[in-house]
């Protein structure tokens, strides 16, 4: 089984790499971007051509929230236009397609104690647990736009996918909040951070296990199995709680201070509330997920 990997020297693409090794039997291929470009078409079909993967994880992504307000047409080219180029190529050799996809399609907010999914509808959300794969996707901003753009995309064009949202991803790979905060703690004595977004941390490699489940679980599935699916790992917090369990784990004493989001203005909107449901993924996979907390020690 040949499982071609986009996106290879990110953060996602890292943490698969690091778990090969038990996977002996799944022959993987990690390109870069210099290797694979997936906005361009005819590169994607050449390194197609050369593998013939059995599936494609894509994990190529323009991940610069921020950046995207003010560069938007980049952020379409990798996420929408090159989500769609991996899409029409696995298409041509019936690949299965793993897309990775991101909390951002929502634009939730508490109202009265409540979480509402939708800030102009407010319509309340379908399960206590979170945000649910029925829920109806209201990005704030342009990289949530260009990602459910590229759900969008591959779902009009192959059939055989699936695609994966996720949330707050860390590792130990590349640039992600918990090195921040861990490089700030060596600058600083106080660190002030924003208290009233609620979500789940996902460590990178649960998130990567995930991933390789699916391919490995595949053959038992129906093809109505196909489709979009949640993934953190357990639990909730905001950034704030989040940072202070990083310098709990790594013996960290630091002034730290919670604050509004008023407090700390961006180019981008971040979602108030942005927990993941995953009751779907654990069902049809059989997957058991690991709090936040403790998949926080592991790294």
Same mark, same amino acid.
């Given at each position: 089984?040949?499982?071609?990997?986009?996106g290879?020297?990110?953060?996602?693409?890292?943490?698969?790499?690091?778990?090969?090794?038990?996977?002996?039997?799944?022959?993987?291929?990690?390109?870069?971007s210099?290797?694979?470009n997936?906005?361009?078409?005819?590169?994607?079909?050449?390194?197609f051509?050369?593998?013939?993967?059995?599936?494609?994880i894509?994990?190529?992504?323009?991940?610069?929230?921020?950046?995207?307000?003010?560069?938007?047409?980049?952020?379409?080219?990798?996420?929408?236009?090159?989500?769609?180029?991996?899409?029409?190529?696995?298409?041509?050799?019936?690949?299965?397609?793993?897309?990775?996809?991101?909390?951002?399609?929502?634009?939730?907010?508490?109202?009265?104690?409540?979480?509402?999914?939708?800030?102009?509808?407010r319509?309340?959300?379908?399960?206590?647990?979170g945000?649910?794969e029925?829920?109806?996707?209201?990005?704030?901003?342009?990289?949530?736009l %260009?990602?459910?753009?590229?759900?969008?995309?591959?779902?009009?064009? /192959?059939e055989?996918?699936?695609?994966v949202?996720?949330? /707050?991803?860390?590792?130990?790979?590349?640039?992600?909040?918990?090195?921040?905060?861990?490089?700030?703690?060596?600058?600083?004595?106080?660190?002030?951070?924003?208290?009233?977004?609620?979500? %789940?941390?996902?460590?990178?490699?649960?998130?990567?296990?995930?991933?390789?489940?699916?391919? %490995?679980?595949?053959?038992?599935?129906?093809?109505?199995?196909?489709?979009?699916?949640?993934?953190?790992?357990?639990?909730?917090c905001?950034?704030?709680?989040?940072?202070?369990?990083?310098?709990?784990?790594?013996n960290?004493s630091?002034?730290?201070?919670?604050?509004?989001?008023?407090?700390?203005?961006?180019?981008a909107?971040?979602?108030?509330?942005s927990?993941?449901?995953?009751?779907?993924?654990?069902?049809?996979?059989g997957?058991?997920?690991?709090?936040?907390?403790?998949?926080?020690k592991?790294?």
């Open positions: 089984m040949v499982v071609l990997v986009t290879a020297n990110g953060q996602l693409g890292q943490a698969i790499q690091s778990i090969v090794g038990k996977y002996p039997s799944i022959d993987f291929v990690f390109c870069s210099s290797e694979l997936i906005t361009d078409k005819n590169n994607c079909e050449t390194v051509e050369k593998y013939k993967p059995n599936f494609c894509n994990a190529a992504a323009y991940t610069a929230v921020d950046k995207a307000e003010s560069e938007p047409e980049q952020a379409f080219a990798i996420n929408v236009s090159g989500a769609q180029n991996i899409a029409e190529v696995c298409k041509t050799h019936d690949t299965i397609l793993l897309h990775v996809s991101t909390d951002f399609v929502f634009d939730a907010k508490f109202v009265d104690g409540i979480a509402y999914y939708d800030r102009e509808l319509l309340p959300l379908k399960s206590e647990k945000l649910t029925t829920d109806v996707p209201f990005p704030a901003g342009i990289y949530g %260009t990602k459910l753009q590229g759900e969008q995309a591959i779902e009009s064009t /192959w055989k996918h699936f695609i949202r996720t949330s /707050w991803v860390y590792s130990q790979f590349a640039n992600n909040f918990m090195k921040t905060m861990l490089r700030l703690a060596t600058e600083r004595d106080s660190v002030s951070v924003v208290s009233d977004q609620i979500g %789940t941390p996902t460590n990178a490699v649960d998130l990567a296990e995930c991933l390789v489940t699916i391919i %490995t679980e595949h053959s038992k599935l129906n093809t109505e199995d196909y489709g979009i699916y949640n993934f953190s790992n357990e639990g909730q905001s950034w704030y709680d989040f940072a202070a369990e990083i310098f709990k784990v790594n960290i630091i002034n730290l201070q919670p604050i509004p989001t008023s407090a700390y203005p961006t180019p909107k971040r979602p108030a509330y927990v993941l449901d995953k009751s779907k993924i654990k069902k049809v996979f997957i058991e997920i690991m709090d936040w907390k403790e998949s926080l592991n790294d």
